[in-house]
């Protein structure tokens, strides 16, 4: 079964930054295109970043400009950096691939608050 395993979340003031770490079991990480996604207390699930296989990558409007998802095939990582950011980026950020083929791990709770 494959494990990913999510890393880099905490609180930080309106503003700050924070990178996100997933690392991911899977021998076939490397052609698969992966997302960050995140849930906020209440709401659904939502996919708010994607990096290809080949590198491009694609966000959710309200984090355009901010976030920058980056992958590492030899460390089998996906990295999610996030700057300026807001308190409605509260939420638990998790990693899986576009088509959630995965289970999901246990994410990381990003709170933004002052």
């Known amino acids: 079964q494959v494990q990913l395993v999510e890393s880099g979340g905490g609180l930080v003031q309106p503003g700050g930054s924070l990178r996100l770490s997933c690392v991911v079991s899977?021998?076939?990480?490397?052609?698969?295109?992966m997302g960050w996604y995140r849930q906020a207390p209440g709401k659904q699930r939502e996919l708010v970043a994607i990096v290809t296989n080949y590198g491009n990558t694609d966000y959710v409007d309200s984090v355009k400009g901010r976030f920058a998802i980056s992958r590492d095939n030899a460390k089998k990582t996906v990295y999610l950096q996030m700057n300026s950011l807001k308190p409605e980026d509260t939420a638990v950020y998790y990693c899986?691939?576009?088509?959630?083929?995965?289970?999901w791990g246990q994410g990381t709770q990003v709170t933004v608050s002052s």
């Open positions: 899977s021998s076939y990480f490397s052609m698969k295109t």
């Open positions: 899986n691939n576009r088509n959630q083929e995965w289970t």
